[in-house]
């Protein structure tokens, strides 16, 4: 049974730095695709980054790309997001999120098992 439990989030000042960290059990990385989405009242859910173990693989949207950093512990089975140089439009709640489709999935159906999600605040 996949589980994947978010923390981390939190209020910061514009220009300030958040760590998001996911704890996923029943997943074995090299057979899934770990991402984080985000989601705004009344807006669809959209990716953010993108990591794959097996292949290497990174993706970041362009909206964050620079600024935060996904990464991932096989040991410890966590994934990670470093957030640098915080926007107000960074506000949302995230999600942590794992598929076993190959590729880069995304698109928010495409994934098959989500965490709870985690507020993030940024001030001006």
């Known amino acids: 049974q996949v589980q994947l439990v978010e923390s981390g989030g939190g209020l910061v000042q514009a220009g300030g730095s958040l760590r998001l960290s996911c704890a996923a059990s029943g997943v074995t990385f090299s057979s899934f695709a770990m991402a984080w989405f985000r989601q705004d009242p009344g807006k669809e859910r959209e990716i953010v980054a993108i990591i794959r173990r097996s292949t290497s693989t990174l993706y970041y949207a362009d909206s964050v790309k620079g600024r935060f950093t996904i990464s991932g512990d096989n040991a410890k089975n966590i994934v990670e997001l470093q957030m640098n140089s915080l926007k107000p439009e960074d506000t949302a709640v995230y999600y942590c999120?794992?598929?076993?489709?190959?590729?880069?999935?995304?698109?928010?159906?495409?994934?098959?098992?989500w965490g709870q999600g985690t507020q993030v605040t940024v001030s001006s």
């Open positions: 999120a794992a598929t076993r489709l190959w590729g880069t999935p995304l698109a928010a159906r495409e994934y098959d098992y």
